[in-house]
């Protein structure tokens, strides 16, 4: 396995997710994380939860906002906890440096746990997800986005556009040729790890999880939001969501 990437260190990189996310107007805000609480319980009153990739910590603060007990998160990136550290001040929510390919709490167990477009940046995923059976309690939910399957199949994850700019389609190709895939956002050489929908899928099956939402959400037709671009992400979906509770 190959070392955890931690891009979200780079200064430059850093600089740009952190202008994207504080503008509220990119994709997490308005459709990845509604996605993503919708395959949650409806009441999180007194739950442990665990944030994989938990970024600035904004899921955990509004977990414990709807009432969770406490909220772990766990990032790689020196910069993300650091901000996340300054914007809590809940006791009841603590942050640790760590990857999912290190995860390792001691055995520390979950009601849930929760990761927000974190998985498509680990090479083993099987791997991953038995570490992250272990932290949950029987029947214990996982819940995870990762980009959607035909976004990362090629490296350029960009449409094809007409010659005034307007995008005629998105293309796929090698959609079953998995692995890493090498890109570009902020930076050049992030380091991504494209799986079809079947592997996301049987994985978590062969994991010992039961399946409990597959969601592939798209913008909804005439609700405005900030978020530039809605018309474009309607025609082919950003982002896949799955969730799926422990078995014994």
Request: hydrophobic share 40%; glycine share 8%.
């Amino acid at each position: 396995m190959v070392p955890a990437q931690n891009v979200y260190d780079d200064p430059v990189f850093f600089a740009g997710y952190e202008r994207l996310r504080r503008s509220r107007t990119g994709l997490n805000e308005v459709l990845e994380q509604p996605a993503l609480r919708s395959t949650l319980p409806a009441s999180l009153q007194g739950l442990r939860i665990l944030d994989l990739g938990c970024g600035f910590g904004d899921f955990a603060r509004r977990a414990r906002a709807e009432g969770a007990g406490a909220v772990v998160g766990v990032d790689p990136s020196r910069r993300m906890l650091e901000r996340a550290a300054a914007f809590t001040r809940d006791p009841a929510i603590t942050y640790r440096r760590m990857s999912v390919e290190q995860l390792d709490l001691g055995g520390e167990r979950f009601d849930i746990v929760v990761s927000s477009l974190a998985l498509h940046y680990v090479e083993d995923y099987a791997r991953a997800l038995t570490q992250i059976a272990r932290t949950l309690v029987d029947r214990g939910r996982l819940a995870f986005s990762v980009e959607h399957p035909i976004c990362t199949a090629l490296p350029q994850q960009q449409w094809v556009r007409d010659p005034a700019g307007r995008p005629l389609y998105w293309p796929v190709d090698d959609y079953h040729r998995e692995g890493r895939r090498e890109t570009r956002w902020f930076v050049d050489g992030v380091i991504k790890y494209h799986r079809t929908v079947e592997t996301y899928v049987m994985g978590l099956l062969s994991a010992g999880f039961a399946l409990t939402a597959l969601l592939e959400p798209i913008p909804v037709e005439g609700v405005e939001t900030a978020a530039p671009d809605l018309d474009a992400h309607r025609r082919r979906p950003p982002f896949l969501l799955l969730a799926g509770d422990r078995r014994s």
